[in-house]
Structures are given as structure tokens and as C-alpha cells.
């Protein structure tokens, strides 16, 4: 059994990488994520965490003030967070980074796609930049991404991290959605992702039965779309969907009581992917954590309620 099993999912990388070595090089769009107004400007930054090979992170930042650090969800970029940085950085040295395998970072073709992988790369960036006092948010697999980090630097470098903020995360063993399940069988998400033109698997994902995502537009679909052009970017989506469940998580729940950072929670009510009850929970189990429930979105506050989002997270900022 365990040899058939190998052999499987040697079948599938083989496949994999016929498809996507037949894939073209695309030149991904270089504007800001968050428009010039907003005067941000990106950036690419080698980061080689302890026994990994080195990638090139994309991030861009504006404003001036205590550092914010943005982590975004499964799938998506920085770009997620345009609506809301404008006004963060009025008072806040707001950075948002790109994951590796995802936007404008690099795409490696390995296995390193897990969340405890990518928060050893935000600890490298963090390094690399020299941040300190850091109020870190992430949402959806950011955020999980976002706790992963915390317990770690709270152990290495305690006091780093300054305060969390957590949109819609998920942080316990929970039946996967639709997309994730998806993602998670062999060789047909390969096929797909390779053969429908991404501007579809964005509007897909942007869909109203997935949320209130009535104000997107063609040129929203197209900058969500241009990251999946580049030839390991359905090699790193659907790795990351694989590997979504930490090996170690019942381990990380039993120590979410030691991340006593002021910690802000933001959940959609009727989310379909990350249900309240893990918000519920988070509250319970985070010792110096609210909660606050929207009615206005169902996943993903950034983009379907961006203003009352704004609304917590000043208040939170504020020390409030």
C-alpha cells in the first residue's frame, strides 16, 4: 500500500511538472497594489530561513507610525488589503506581504507550502527588515499563518509582536471547504487550473455565493488573475491546499493560552469556510482577545466590508 501510494503521487508530480514546464514565463503586472495615491511602493527582499533555499518576497509598504504587517488568505495577495491600507497608514507604517507561492513572491516547485513554511519566511523578512514592535494581522490562511508566528517568536523573540489582529483564521481541525477539498484531489486541479483561463478561476472565486463581492471589477478580476499566469502558481495553490493542516496543530491549540498579545478577532457571521464557532473558540482561548461578528461579508472583510472592518481595527490600534 505504501509503495502503490508513492507511486501515485509520483504520477502526479511527473504530471505536474509536464504541465507546467509547457507553461510559458509571464511578466506579472509591476503597479503598486495599492495605487499611487495611497504612496506605496514594493519591493522584492531574499529572505533563506535555516534549511530552506532562498526566495524573493514581495511586500510593499506606506505611512509612517508603529509598524502593521499584513498577511493575506489562501489564494490571494496583498492586493486583498488595497481598501483598507489608505487609511491605516495615516497613522501606521503599514507593510503588506506577499506569501511565497503567491502575488509577486516567488513560486518555488517543492513541498514548502505549509503554514509553519511560510512563517518561517515572515520571521526571515522580519529579520531581513529589522522590524520591531510589530502589530501583525493576517486573514483566512494568514491568519493561521499570523498564530504560527506569534507562538514562535513569543518563544524566540519574545516582545517582538505587539499585538494580533485575526480575520476569519483557521486555528482548529474543521471540515474542509469546497475549494480545499477541490484542491486536495489528484491530478484534476492540475488540469484545471492549467487549462481555464484565470481570469474565470478568479471570477470563480469572487463569486456571490461566496460572498458580498458586488463592487468587484475587471480590473479587480484582472490583478487577482495575473499571479496564476506564472508557471508554478497552480503547483503552489494547490500544495498549500494539501498541506493546509499543520502536522503539529492539536500541539499549537494547546498553546494558543500563552499568546497573551492584545488580540483583535474578525469574523463574517455566515462564513462558509471558516465558521464563528472558531472565532468563538479563539475567544475563549486567547486570554486578552475580543470579538467582533459582521453581518455584512461572509469570508473576507477586506473586500466585502471594508469601511466597518476599519471601524474595529482603528478602534483596536488605538489601544482601545
Not at 509591476?30 to 495615491?37: I, K, N
Not at 524573493?56 to 509612517?64: M, S, V
Not at 497608514?89 to 503567491?102: E, K, N, P, Y
Request: overall charge positive; proline content about 9%.
Amino acid at each position: 500500500m505504501r509503495f502503490l501510494a508513492l507511486m501515485r503521487q509520483l504520477s502526479i508530480s511527473v504530471l505536474a511538472t509536464v504541465i507546467l514546464a509547457t507553461q510559458p514565463a509571464v511578466a506579472t503586472d509591476s503597479r503598486p497594489y495599492l495605487g499611487a495615491e495611497a504612496g506605496a511602493h514594493g519591493y522584492l527582499t531574499e529572505v533563506a530561513p535555516p534549511g530552506y533555499p532562498p526566495v524573493q518576497l514581495y511586500a510593499e509598504e506606506t505611512g509612517r507610525g508603529p509598524t502593521l504587517l499584513l498577511l493575506h488568505g489562501l489564494g490571494a495577495s496583498g492586493y486583498v488589503f488595497r481598501r483598507i491600507v489608505p487609511v491605516l497608514a495615516r497613522s501606521h507604517h503599514v507593510i503588506t506581504l506577499d506569501l511565497r507561492g503567491f502575488g509577486r513572491s516567488d513560486k518555488p516547485f517543492d513541498q514548502s507550502y505549509s503554514a509553519l513554511d511560510q512563517a518561517a519566511h515572515v520571521k526571515a523578512f522580519i529579520a531581513r527588515r529589522g522590524l520591531t514592535n510589530i502589530i501583525l494581522a493576517g486573514h483566512s490562511y494568514g491568519g493561521g499563518v499570523a498564530i504560527a508566528l506569534t507562538l514562535d517568536l513569543n518563544a524566540t523573540r519574545p516582545g517582538l509582536i505587539k499585538r494580533l489582529i485575526l480575520m476569519n483564521s483557521p486555528a482548529f481541525p474543521q471540515p474542509m471547504s469546497r475549494a480545499v477539498g477541490f484542491l486536495r484531489l489528484p491530478i484534476i486541479p492540475y488540469l484545471a487550473l492549467n487549462l481555464i483561463p484565470p481570469e474565470i478561476t478568479a471570477q470563480m472565486s469572487l463569486s456571490k455565493d461566496l460572498g458580498n463581492f458586488r463592487h468587484i471589477t475587471e480590473t479587480d478580476v484582472t490583478r487577482y488573475a495575473t499571479p496564476l499566469r506564472e508557471s508554478a502558481a497552480a503547483h503552489a495553490l494547490i500544495t498549500t491546499a494539501q498541506r493546509i493542516v499543520p502536522d503539529n496543530l492539536p500541539e499549537l491549540v494547546q498553546r494558543y493560552p500563552t499568546i497573551r498579545q492584545p488580540t483583535l478577532l474578525i469574523w463574517c457571521r455566515a462564513d462558509p469556510v471558516v465558521p464563528l464557532v472558531t472565532g468563538i473558540s479563539l475567544k475563549r482561548m486567547l486570554p486578552k482577545s475580543s470579538l467582533h461578528v459582521l453581518d455584512s461579508c461572509m469570508h473576507v472583510p477586506p473586500e466585502e466590508s471594508p469601511s466597518e472592518l476599519l471601524g474595529h481595527m482603528r478602534y483596536f490600534l488605538d489601544g482601545r
